[in-house]
Structures are given as C-alpha cells and as structure tokens.
C-alpha cells in the first residue's frame, strides 16, 4: 500500500511525505537489504529510480510488513 499525505508548507520549506507498506506473504522469512523510490516518466515511457537506500539487515516474518517513510524537503 502506497500513501501521498497532503504537502506541509512552513515558510520557505515544504515536505512531501510518502509511505509504503510491503506485506511479507512469502510463506517464510524475508530479509530487506535495501529500498527505493521510483517515478514514472511518460515520454518516453519508463520508470526511474531516484532514490536508493541500503538497509541494516531486516528481517520480515511471514504474514508481517515492512513500513517504510521518505520525507522530500523542498525550500521555496
């Protein structure tokens, strides 16, 4: 599940705040080493990753999800 809150404006900054949620329905123990940010562009057609985090190893049982948060700082 993705979620866009609405964007925070305080003076001159503004934050965007994006969360993820990834269910671990695998059937067994996952481990998350890293995550990223995508965006689509649409000419030409095609995703880009924009921002790559490496994880300190995660573990994720089955059945149980990995919640994620970036926060983009914009100053305006």
Do not use: C, W
């Not at 995703?47 to 919640?67: F, G, K, M, Q, S």
Request: charged share 20%; no cysteine; proline share 4%.
């Amino acid at each position: 599940m993705s979620e866009v809150e609405e964007t925070a404006v305080a003076g001159n900054e503004a934050h965007l705040f994006l969360k993820r949620s990834f269910i671990n329905h695998s059937g067994a123990n996952i481990t998350a080493r890293e995550i990223g940010l995508a965006v689509k562009q649409f000419s030409p057609e095609a995703n880009i990753l924009i921002i790559r985090d490496l994880l300190p190893e995660t573990d994720v049982p089955d059945n149980y999800t990995l919640d994620t948060q970036y926060i983009l700082e914009i100053s305006v």
